[in-house]
């Protein structure tokens, strides 16, 4: 039997545990535990606090666990509970999903070695910006590396910031989340077009996201200020603190009336508003505004919404932040961050090229079933897992 335990407060969401319910149908001698906070409050958007339950499906289960803090992933530890859980699932590999600097790692680390598990020690992380540690942080963080046999990182600058902490041990690229083929694939929705007044003839341009700063936004609509001598809209389905400013600065670029705003939808409708568009764009920009407790910057970590266009056989347009060129590769297109003649470039080339829009569209679509369904990302957790066991 291969006994696999991951804690994180991300599979607090149904759709969350996709990956790992496709890992548990690989074989029959695999089963997954997803161990979950009790009680948990997202932040940004999602106000208020989450009360999880428990799922159970032959051998695939989310068991929720009482837990101290709330909205803080690297402060999150569970209950006196998780010893009883633990002596009773006898895990083989138990993966943390909250960073290298979480006291959670640590708490699972510990109770292995004191309970005699002998399972494989992994964690996850997203953080992609170099840091320098001071105490405790410095403490925590090489105690949690010295006891751990494989990690998993969101992007390849993760990995690489963690080989130069000092981790000499196995490593696998890949995001925690895949993109679910059934819910985003490439289905016409005329009604909802002539619902939103898109005519035949716009080429449809689209955001999706959170409405701020470091999401590049204000460099697209600079991109898209020095386009209207052709015929496109623009549809941006999110929300944020930079709403009113979107509206003003298209306003006096005088191109208001192309901009088809969309609060948050259900994660369910999003396909539907994706397979709108002709083009997504993902313009986010390095920010080194954004601070945590151990931490200063920010670059994009991944990109989700690529992948789910991709799926959706839409063309992507992305900027050089972060993970974003790793994730397009060469099924879409690049500019460089804050570059608003780049970005008009590749908008106006997709705008007189339909062909390319079909040719970027297809191979993206190829890129996506291939490399980040649910499936696809189970299967490459799962030859790691083997892999260090």
Known sequence: MIRILVASHTYIVDLNCEKLRELAEFKPEIEVTIVVPKRWQPGGIQNKIIETKPRREENFRVVPVSNFSQNHQGLLIFGSEIISLLKEFKPNIIQVEQGIKSLAYAQFITLNKFLGLKAKNCFFTWWNIPYKMKFPYSWLENYNLSHTDGFVAGNQDAADIIRDHGYTGPIQVMPNLGVDEKLFAPVPQPELATQLGIKSDEFIIGYVGRFVSEKGILTLIKALSRLKDRCWKLIMLGRGELQQQIITEMGQAGIKDRLILVESVPHAQVPRYINLINALVLPSETNYEFKTLSAVGWKEQFGHVLIEAMACKVP??????????????????????????ALENHLRNLIEKPDLVKKLGEKGYQRARAKYTNKALAKKLLDFYEQIL
């Open 316 to 341: 992507v347009i992305g900027s050089d932040s972060g993970e974003i060129p790793n994730v397009i590769g060469d099924a879409g297109l690049i500019f460089p961050e804050k570059d608003a003649i």
